[in-house]
């Protein structure tokens, strides 16, 4: 079980889906329940890197040297971390969801009387929010977590294919049209090149065929260098590698996060709903680590999954976009990713560290001094889940 800590039976809110369930061409199976936490870490001791010229240590020292990055001087100040209640590949159990917070190395009670979750958030997400009341010092530390269940995809690409523009698409996907914060869709380089791919004839093809020709040039034209994760000393992870979909489109180079964000970017131009997911997953050196894939809305099925960075290597470039295509809209694996935000940073007012890491925080009242942040993920399989309940 989780950590004892804050439950809340009281956070069912009454809002939309993020996704509803699948329909027509698209399934989801093979449930499988997890209990996660997310534990982030700020310390403003921050170690010297082993060949930093300001790191004056004895090769025989284990440890390197530290500067300090400052105090944290905090008062009202709010922590901020995505939930996504239920997604059409993932239902969180509300009930389920505690939170932790420490001070400078003391844990705080106060918590189960201030923490809440907000909603009204882009997708139909929602965000818990553990408010810090007042603090001087340099660690602070922080924790969520919840139970959710999972579920692999699966399409019939025929089907697919045969599903038309609609005449407008439903407002509850019209986020999935906006640009946000490292995916630039509305940049002219990503309307002119759907119309450079398309030959102008963007409508003239079925929606699902046409994200399949748009994603197919992302994965020709970026070079994904990197795995997108920011490790430091003996593998400990800071964050996310990311620059975003324009800087990516221009240089042709960006980690599987940007790849993510230049195909999202791209749908978004051709105007097909679209969206990031950003979730955590066991790698195949058995750690947990944070993991992007995407989505877009078909009408009549709902929002489809693909990895473009699993996709590579695949021989997508000579494939008919009428066949299946691997980790396209059937991902047998998907149950095993937990999706927890649909943005890298929250939408909101918020400062992020200095590497995206989903959270955010407003640290009033003198912003943040410069800090190192640590983050680990816990992720404990429960088996296959109690089924669809639609």
Known sequence: MLAPALTLAAALIAAPPSGRPPTGPLQREQ?????IRY???????????????????DPREQEPRVTFGGTFELADTPIVMPLIYRGTYSRLIPES???????????DPGLVQRFRIDDRYPHHGHLAVLPIVKFRGQVIRWNIGFRTETYSSRINDQQAANLAWPR?????????????????SDDPIF?????????????????????KDLVRYCLNEVQVVGTGLERGRQGVLHGLQLKGALATARDGRGSPMDLVCVCVAMLRAAGIPARPVIGVEEDEDGRNVPVAWAEFFLQ?????????????GNAIRNRDVRQPWPEFGTMDDLNRRIPLA?????????????????????PRPSGAPAAEQRISISIISRGRG???PR
Do not use: C
């Open 168 to 184: 407008e698409w439903p407002d509850e996907v019209a986020d999935g049209l906006r640009p946000q914060l490292f995916i630039e």
């Open 191 to 211: 309307k002119q090149t759907v119309e450079r791919v398309s030959q102008g004839s963007l409508r003239m093809v079925p929606p699902y065929l046409a994200a």
């Open 39 to 57: 534990d982030v870490t700020l310390n403003t001791a921050i170690p010297y890197g082993q060949d930093d010229p300001r790191n004056p240590r």
């Open 31 to 35: 449930p499988r329940l997890y209990d």
């Open 97 to 107: 969801i505690r939170a932790e917070l420490w001070t400078g190395g003391r844990r």
């Open 300 to 312: 009549g099925a709902g929002w489809i999954p693909f990895d473009p960075d699993e996709m590579r």
């Open 342 to 362: 649909y943005h890298f940073v929250p939408a909101r007012q918020v400062q992020s560290p200095m590497y995206a890491a989903l959270w955010g925080w407003d």
């Open 386 to 388: 109690p089924g669809d």
